[in-house]
């Protein structure tokens, strides 16, 4: 058994999550959210003040429109916002629910009214983003689809393979020697070595081989974009596709789960290679569990994540030497060499762990 504990950039990740550490990394693993804000006769308002504020954070944003009208958030992780908007003579403009995904461009078009008494508007349906200044093809597979679909192993390749253009690559290609397989993608039929694969920004390419690492357990993933082509060129040397990961982080609420994803012979058809009577046995179970929160409320977040897989299984072996186990074993024995197991079962048992910690700094007081 095995215990590989996933870090970044350190034993335990720390992301930091200021505008100044994120403006490098701003349209891969983190989202933007701008517009124009006018009154309602299509004036542009200058110097309107904006807030972006996460609703599982508390964590606020803030930017001021241009002579033109428009302002520009960047540096966002991805998920809910509150979007504010104040004007002097105009009634406070409040919308709650919008939504953001990784490397997201979103548009937010803001129209204030004028307040002759104190007013306030205030929408609280989730608010539909408009990304129009976007040219790439990609497509987002969010927390629902991670957590609800059924794929054997939970790896972030077998949920990329969704998207159009994008199949398995040769797996024996380029692969290192590890305990568990890896498979790679292709994207419109290129190469994988020809893919970028990011996680929280951080390139997660292996230098020696050009395919992608093994990534943090599916549970840790919060989503994740894939770009088939016309992306931009901050990704940096990809010539195939993108897959943009972003990983869970703790919020103000203490939340985790408990989950077990298993596989038997009962359960699952025989493979064709292994057609009756030959043995089937097969048995896998890949459980574990997370738990994330606050240290320090509106400042300081942690995420952990552990995650254990069993797996045995009857390996396919040729009819000629299955059927004649025991005559190779008699063999074998007169010239004192160890025998074959007629009863093999192949085991592949590994512990994963993931830990994040976040500290948001306040400019006002940093600590």
């Not at 509150?82 to 995904?101: A, R």
Request: hydrophobic share 40%; glycine share 8%; net charge neutral.
């Amino acid at each position: 058994m095995r215990l590989r504990i996933w870090t970044f950039l350190a034993a335990v990740m720390m992301t930091v999550l200021s505008t100044q550490f994120a403006a490098a990394q701003a349209t891969i693993s983190f989202a933007q959210l701008s517009g124009t804000v006018t009154d309602e006769s299509g004036r542009a308002l200058v110097k309107a003040a904006i807030t972006v504020r996460a609703l599982d954070t508390n964590q606020s944003y803030s930017a001021v429109s241009n002579e033109t009208g428009y302002y520009l958030v960047p540096s966002l992780p991805p998920g809910r916002y509150e979007l504010t908007v104040t004007y002097t003579g105009f009634g406070k403009y409040q919308l709650t629910g919008v939504v953001l995904t990784v490397g997201q461009t979103a548009t937010m078009n803001v129209t204030m009214k004028v307040a002759a008494v104190v007013q306030e508007v205030v929408v609280t349906t989730e608010a539909p983003t408009v990304e129009a200044t976007r040219t790439e093809i990609s497509q987002v597979i969010d927390p629902k689809q991670i957590s609800s679909l059924p794929v054997s192993g939970r790896l972030f390749t077998d949920f990329a393979l969704l998207t159009p253009g994008v199949a398995s690559g040769r797996t024996s290609l380029g692969t290192t020697f590890t305990e568990f397989e890896i498979t790679q993608i292709s994207f419109g039929g290129m190469r994988s070595f020809s893919n970028e694969i990011t996680v929280d920004g951080a390139d997660f390419i292996n230098s020696n081989t050009g395919v992608q690492r093994a990534t943090p357990p599916q549970e840790s993933v919060q989503e994740f974009r894939v770009v088939n082509n016309s992306f931009g060129s901050e990704y940096g040397r990809a010539l195939g596709g993108i897959v943009n990961v972003v990983t869970k982080s703790g919020t103000n609420n203490l939340h985790g789960s408990i989950y077990d994803y298993f596989q038997n012979s009962k359960l699952d058809a025989r493979s064709l290679l292994q057609p009756a009577p030959a043995p089937f046995a097969l048995r896998q179970n890949q459980f574990g569990g997370t738990l994330g929160g606050p240290i320090v409320k509106d400042r300081t977040f942690f995420f952990l994540n552990y995650e254990g897989v069993r797996r045995g299984e009857d390996p396919i072996l040729p009819p000629d030497f299955r059927d004649n186990i025991a005559t190779i074993n008699l063999a074998k024995a007169y010239i004192g060499i160890p025998g074959e197991d007629p009863n093999p079962l192949k085991t592949k048992d590994n512990d994963y762990g993931f830990a994040r910690l976040d500290h948001q700094i306040n400019t006002n007081n940093p600590w």
